[in-house]
């Protein structure tokens, strides 16, 4: 069945610093790529998604390519602030519109000043 | 425009007692789905529905676990019978039209956090 893997936490890094989240993934066809984060308290918020191969999604300065050929949608950014603080789900959506999203185990993403 | 609302925030229950959740859609939306966020693990889904009707209850514990979303009201995730295992966050994401990932997006609760003495 699908999967997605994620690279565990927490992940420190200082304010500022350069941020890379790994995430690959398992499925059959053509699935559409996702990144939510979910802040302290609150529930998951869409970040940034791709629906195809080489799409580039992009939202508050995070960034994620869909890389076919390595199953990957690495998230990046390239100066974290301390408000980026969360935890950070991968996830995929089965090609051919089906229902439901398959999740990652999450990273918690911890930014100090 | 309200998002999804689930209630309680905070559930308490000893073992063998009842768990009710509950979430109301954001407005207009009329596809409902359930997810269980167990410690250190992402979320796993549980079940899809749409007003009056289960389209998807793969992800659902064989027993005690049961979902509904009636016509009027929220939808209603029943847990039977709790056990210590059963502690866990349950999020309800919603959506309009039905998710598609190419064109849509899940829009979730805050959650309902159930711990289990």
Redesign the interface.
Known sequence: GDSVTQMEGPVTLSEEAFLTINCTYTATGYPSLFWYVQYPGEGLQLLLKATKADDKGSNKGFEATYRKETTSFHLEKGSVQVSDSAVYFCALAPGGGADGLTFGKGTHLIIQP | NA??M?NPRHLVRRRGQEARLRCSPMKGHS?V?W?RQLP??????MV?LQKENI??ESGMPKERFSAEFPKEGPSILRIQQVVRGDSAAY?C?SSSP?????TG??F????SRLTVL
């Open positions: 998002g999804v689930q596809h789905y997810y250190e693990e992402g979320l796993k889904f899809y389209i998807d999020f994401a039905p998710f598609s990932g190419s997006e899940l979730f609760g805050e959650g």
